[in-house]
């Protein structure tokens, strides 16, 4: 365990923030040390492409075992701001049963934990099926060059009969869980120009178009306040949940007032009436993410503006088609932006909703090991959230791509004081031995 911990002490100085040119040096450092230990461990390594490549380390038994991919990423979220910090975020620290630093949670100590739950199989001669490390650079900046790397690397990765990603959590400590569903996102930005310069709201109000009003209208006819939205046949393919999928869900989710205290919001609007605390899990949402027009300094400026933008997104759950909601939405803005106004719409990102079937027998497998490792009942849950490379993985390579993972919510993802659990993390290496042995 020492080993693993020193390990991780290592990758996490490593300042490996991928949204960042500047912090290029350091990826290709880390992308070495990972080469250079994996090598030693005798896998045959091979790296895909410049910037933040995609790390791929293979470890063959036999050809007649099934063959594991495992993914995680390498690369980290900002540490700003730095002050906040408790700790040094490029050095593991340990305190009060948690591990600290960048990357801990996401997506450093899963990587680790799965690397050393090969390693452990290896030492003692154990290990049954074939494995693939998969280790991308480009998580947190989306993901974009996953599919096209994946391209270079077919003819090792045809070989995988499934796949685990553990970028994934715990509904509570001790309580494994499964995550059958992500959403997927489609994000716009819209644009409006009604002329080439403000106007006097007292010379030109009644006469000419106002860009604000315009865009609050297509927002107000794109969705009301209760949630729902009514862009025709948004909904068409939405699966319809039963109730017996709800019930499950909701039994394993946090309160009304636990969400609350958490989002600190004052009054919560729920788009299900009935099992209103899993709405933001079960269906597709939209949201305005930002909105500008006009004036907004100290003081009053009588203007009518002449130029409106704002960025909305959509989160889509599964059977929804990105390039089919992006036509909804395009078609919808068209009819309904007044004659002789000028306007842009663009796509910024398009990622497709991931589902799997939670009877799949690996997924049961899966599932029995983790009950008996914990010794509580596996939890199938969803996430409102989207991981491109999950749904990636799955429509590329037709195989069941398996969420788990050990991380807690209180773990401070993409902000300061990122923690793991010290036993979940030395507990997981445990785990992962186990299920990466199983006789699939
Ligand atoms: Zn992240």
Redesign the pocket.
């Known amino acids: 365990m020492k080993e693993a911990l020193d390990f991780l002490n290592k990758i996490v100085s490593f300042q490996s923030v991928s949204t960042d040119p500047r912090k290029e040096k350091e990826i290709f450092a880390l992308v070495k040390i990972l080469k250079n230990f994996l090598a030693k461990e005798k896998f045959k390594v091979k790296i895909i492409g410049k910037k933040c490549p995609l790390f791929i380390a293979e470890k063959f038994v036999s050809s007649k075992s099934k063959t594991i991919g495992i993914y995680s990423h390498y690369d980290v979220?900002p540490a700003e701001p730095l002050n906040l910090w408790h700790s040094d975020p490029f050095k593991l620290t340990i305190k009060n049963g948690k591990i600290f630093a960048r990357g801990v949670a996401?997506?450093k100590g899963p990587l680790t934990q799965n690397i050393f739950s090969i390693l452990n199989l290896v030492k003692e001669n154990k290990l049954k099926n074939n494995i693939i490390f998969l280790f991308e650079g480009e998580?947190?900046i989306g993901s974009r060059n996953f599919s096209f790397y994946l391209n270079q690397a077919l003819s090792i990765l045809k070989n995988v009969d499934l796949f685990f990603l553990t970028d994934v959590g715990m509904v509570k400590k001790n309580v494994p869980t499964i995550y059958y569903a992500l959403r997927g996102i489609v994000y716009f930005e819209v644009e409006v120009w009604t002329g080439k310069k403000d106007l006097h709201s007292g010379v030109y109000g009644n006469l000419v178009y106002n860009p604000s009003q315009i865009l609050c209208e297509i927002f107000a006819k794109m969705k009301d306040l209760k949630g729902k939205i009514k862009i025709p046949d948004f909904y068409k393919r939405v699966r319809r949940i039963s109730d017996k999928e709800k019930k499950d869900l909701i039994k394993n989710f946090k309160n009304a007032n636990e969400i609350k205290k958490i989002a600190e919001v004052y009054t919560l609007n729920p788009l299900d009436k009935k099992y209103s605390l899993i709405s933001a899990k079960i269906y597709p949402s939209l949201e305005i993410n930002g909105f500008y027009s006009g004036y907004i300094g100290e003081g009053s400026k009588t203007i009518i503006p002449n130029y409106a933008k704002a960025k909305f997104s959509i989160r889509l759950v599964e059977y929804q088609k990105p390039e089919e909601i992006i036509d909804l939405v395009k078609k919808f803005i068209k009819n309904n932006i007044p004659k002789g106004i000028k306007y842009s719409l663009k796509v910024l990102v398009n990622a497709k909703p991931f589902f799997s079937d939670f009877n799949h027998p690996y997924i049961i497998k899966t599932a029995k090991v983790l009950e008996e490792e914990f010794k509580n009942k596996c939890v199938f849950m969803r996430e409102g959230g989207s991981i491109p490379s999950a749904e990636i993985l799955m429509n590329k390579f037709k195989k069941p791509v398996i969420l788990t993972g050990f991380i807690l919510e209180g773990s401070n993802?993409?902000a300061p004081n990122e923690n793991m659990d010290l036993d979940l993390f030395e507990k997981g290496i445990l785990v992962l031995s186990k299920i990466y042995n199983i006789d699939f």
């Open positions: 979220q996401d997506n998580e947190e993802i993409h």
